[in-house]
């Protein structure tokens, strides 16, 4: 059973920068493609970005690629989402995810989740 609690969320203002962190209780973190999601009021939980368990290979969604940068530390146990030029539109609790997958996208395929974590961006 993979634990994982979500930190660094808050408020920002419209432009600014968030680092999230997902700390995992799991010795075997390097063994789990690591994912974020996240999920906005009235919305679908929608996928934002995804690593590896090398960490060499990641993937985005295309509105936050080129903004999001998803990182991990297999020593730490912890996995990273640097979030730069933030939008309204950006707001939603974010969440974080392992999977067996070797990079997945897909909800369905993630098998343990954090409870999440608030990002709110002012205008």
């Known amino acids: 059973q993979v634990q994982l609690v979500e930190s660094g969320g808050g408020l920002v203002q419209a432009g600014g920068s968030l680092r999230l962190s997902c700390a995992a209780s799991e010795r075997t973190f390097n063994n789990y493609c690591m994912g974020w999601f996240r999920q906005a009021p009235g919305k679908e939980r929608e996928f934002v970005a995804a690593?590896?368990?090398?960490?060499?290979?990641?993937y985005y969604a295309a509105s936050v690629k080129g903004r999001f940068t998803i990182s991990r530390d297999n020593a730490k146990n912890t996995v990273y989402l640097q979030m730069n030029s933030l939008k309204p539109e950006n707001t939603a609790v974010y969440f974080c995810a392992a999977s067996e997958a070797v990079l997945t996208t897909t909800p369905m395929q993630y098998d343990y989740w954090g409870q999440g974590t608030q990002v709110t961006v002012s205008s």
């Open positions: 690593i590896s368990w090398t960490g060499g290979s990641t």
